[in-house]
C-alpha cells in the first residue's frame, strides 16, 4: 500500500542498539558456554559478529532512506 502510495515500504522501526554488544551475548547461554570452551575462537567470532551487526543495521537505515522505485 505505501508503495502505491509512492512511498518507501521498508519502514525501520526499531531504534538504533545503546547496548554493549559483548555483554548482550554475555548474557546468553551459548555464547558464555563459547567463551569458557574456547576463549580464543570466541573472541574472534564476538568480534565478527559485532561487525556484522553494525553492518546490517546500516543498511537497513540506508534501506528506509530510499526513494521508492515506480516500475
Keep these: 500500500m505505501l508503495k502505491k502510495e509512492g512511498k518507501n515500504p521498508f519502514i525501520l522501526d526499531s531504534k538504533e542498539p545503546t547496548g554493549n554488544f559483548r555483554e548482550f551475548l554475555m548474557g546468553q547461554v551459548r555464547f558464555s558456554s563459547l567463551m569458557k ?5 570466541a573472541e574472534e567470532l564476538f568480534e ?3 561487525k ?5 543495521y546500516e543498511i537497513y537505515k540506508q534501506m528506509a532512506s530510499l526513494e521508492p522505485i515506480n516500475v
Design 37 to 41: 570452551a574456547s576463549p580464543e575462537l
Design 48 to 50: 565478527q559478529a559485532e
Design 52 to 56: 556484522y551487526a553494525k553492518e546490517k
